[in-house]
């Protein structure tokens, strides 16, 4: 079975995406890496510039600046562990952040193909399923919506350009997780 991608996940909150990827990581044996996890990591252990403009992001319910995601991604992926593929999960989030993945890429020394999974949820369902988990402080309706508005600014356009450098594959996340995993395992021929 070819392995050696590099996967991508993407999808509004509560889509799934981390379950998922997760799902893959254990089918595929490849790395699992949360964008969501380095940014808590580093606001939580970085006093410097990266740890923190990840504090002033959770505190204002809003996506990391590319550039600092950017110089987060390169301290991350440069080892050798992710030369023969890695799942990224939650990247991609904005627009400038998908114009310059290239360039994350090439700095990592990331040449391999890249697959794009969207994992598609409404809205209402976002809401829905991030209000009954609450697995952050700031998983408030008012949270939740200001993070959804982020994910949904230019997404027509980053979609365009994601399609444009990469295979792009949309995935009903609507479905049950065993569902959904099957169409992501269907659609990237993984048995």
Do not use: C
């Amino acid at each position: 079975m070819q392995h050696n991608r590099i996967f991508i996940f993407i999808g509004p909150e509560g889509a799934g995406k981390s379950t998922q990827a997760n799902l893959l990581a254990t089918k595929t044996g490849l790395p699992y890496v949360s964008t969501g996890n380095l940014i808590r990591s580093f606001a939580e252990n970085d006093r410097g510039e990266l740890g923190n403009a990840a504090r002033k992001m959770f505190a204002s319910h809003s996506y990391l600046a590319a550039k600092f995601l950017k110089q987060i991604f390169i301290k991350t992926l440069n080892g050798k562990q992710y030369q023969r593929g890695v799942i990224l999960d939650g990247s991609l989030r904005t627009y400038e952040e998908t114009i310059q993945f290239d360039d994350l890429l090439k700095e990592s020394r990331l040449t391999l193909p890249v697959v794009v999974l969207y994992i598609y949820i409404s809205e209402e369902e976002s809401i829905k399923r991030l209000v009954s988990k609450r697995r952050r402080r700031d998983d408030t309706i008012e949270g939740i919506k200001s993070r959804l508005a982020y994910f949904n600014d230019k997404l027509v356009e980053r979609l365009q350009v994601i399609q444009s450098k990469y295979q792009l594959l949309t995935v009903d996340g609507m479905k049950p997780i065993a569902e959904v995993h099957k169409d992501v395992k269907n659609s990237i021929n993984i048995k």
